[in-house]
Nanobody, 123 residues
Framework: QVQVVESGGGLVQAGASLRLSCAASGRTSGSYAMGWFRQAPGKEREFVAG????????YYSDSVKGRFTISRDNDKNTMYLQMNSLKPEDTAVYYC????????????????WGRGTQVTVSS
């Protein structure tokens, strides 16, 4: 089992920045991809960004490309999401997820999930 815990959410004004962290623990040996997803009230879960186990490849949803940056520190088993130029439409609960044998945007293929951290962007 792998446990993941997100942190770093908060309430900010439009145009501000936040950095989310996701710490993985437990059976973290071996390679695994990680991803960020978000879910706003009344909306479906949405892929935000993903990163391969080595950190060598990343990709983003069109809605955050150019504003958000995903990264990871494998020595610390931690992933980050730097969010710049935040918009009110970025308001959501942000979830961290771990995938043992998948790299992509389909949330159903991720194996472990955190409980989420709230990000609220005011206009």
């Amino acid at each position: 089992q792998v446990q993941v815990v997100e942190s770093g959410g908060g309430l900010v004004q439009a145009g501000a920045s936040l950095r989310l962290s996701c710490a993985a623990s437990g059976r973290t040996s071996g390679s695994y991809a990680m991803g960020w997803f978000r879910q706003a009230p009344g909306k479906e879960r949405e892929f935000v960004a993903g990163i391969r186990s080595s950190g060598s490849m990343t990709y983003y949803s069109d809605s955050v490309k150019g504003r958000f940056t995903i990264s990871r520190d494998n020595d610390k088993n931690t992933m980050y999401l730097q969010m710049n130029s935040l918009k009110p439409e970025d308001t959501a609960v942000y979830y961290c997820a771990v995938a043992r044998s998948y790299y992509g945007s389909n949330w159903a293929n991720y194996d472990y999930w955190g409980r989420g951290t709230q990000v609220t962007v005011s206009s």
